[in-house]
């Protein structure tokens, strides 16, 4: 039987359907669910110049043998393949809403993050491990090189940290700029420890630095990971306070009680509400729920809002009364 031309196929009503679904009308939260505004250029420059560097510091660091340069090679090794990933994410997110996923694809950036910081775990236990097997069987170190390359390398950091320091507002892009700030203190403690190899040759200091650079980085490490585990587990935002939020709904004039109260952030900065309300009066409705959105954009910043109006009961009115 041939096609209709004026009759949309399967799959063009299906997607069609979708669209219409995720339109925002007059009134609706003017939220997205990704920021339209974050470059991918940032993050790809950043990853250029992180992936370039990464083979130098991989073969200087092995000639010279030195575990503070090898640390660092092997963290700006690490980054590219964050840097990369937080790219992905980024690309990712900004995919729209389908019928299959509702929320769109935002959320991918905090789970990128999430996998850094997973990995950054196992670079700072390598470290770690390594470090403490040197200072048991001090080796050789070439000071001169590990000074030389270090300085590029520092150098380097500072150029990608400055790139990615201009997109503040994404959760992935912070955990990349984490690693390339424990690359940029590696740089620094591996220009150190080859000074002092150079000029002292007291080979333990290689070691002494990487362990120390290694706590710095476990600290932002477990930052982030906090931080994007609250977020995919859709915890409350931290500056928005539940408790005060549910006050706030039940002092509302015409509300009698509150339950099924959810808040969470959809994309990282656009939190979300929803929640049932028991009214006295269902056609008070509209009065109601334009000073709750009122209340609850100026007072906590929320703007998208899904509440449910519910009846209350004879015998919870008169309860109530």
Known sequence: MPHDAHTPNKVGTHDTKSAHLHAHRHGDAEHQHYFADRSQSILAWALGLTLFFA??????GFLSNSLALISDAGHMVTDSAAL??????????????T???TFGFGRSEALAAFVNGLVMLGVVAWISIEAIQRLQSPEVVQGKVVMIVAAIGLAINIVVAWVLSHDKDSMNTRAALIHVMGDLLGSAAAIVSGAIIYFTAWMPIDPILSIFVSLLILKSTVGVLEESFHF??????????????????????????????????????QPALIGHLEIDDLSAWPRILESIKKMLLEKHGIDHITLQPEVLRDEEFEANT
């Not at 083979?55 to 200087?60: M, P």
């Not at 990369?84 to 809403?97: F, Y």
């Open 55 to 60: 083979g130098v510091e991989v073969v200087f």
């Open 84 to 97: 990369g990933l937080a790219l992905l994410a980024q690309l990712i997110a900004k995919r729209p809403p």
């Open 232 to 269: 995919l587990m859709k915890g409350v935002p931290h500056h928005i306070d539940y408790v005060q939020i549910g006050t706030d709904l039940e002092t509302t004039p015409g509300v009698a009680s509150v339950h099924d109260l959810h808040v969470w952030d959809m994309s990282p900065g």
């Open 99 to 101: 019928a299959k996923h």
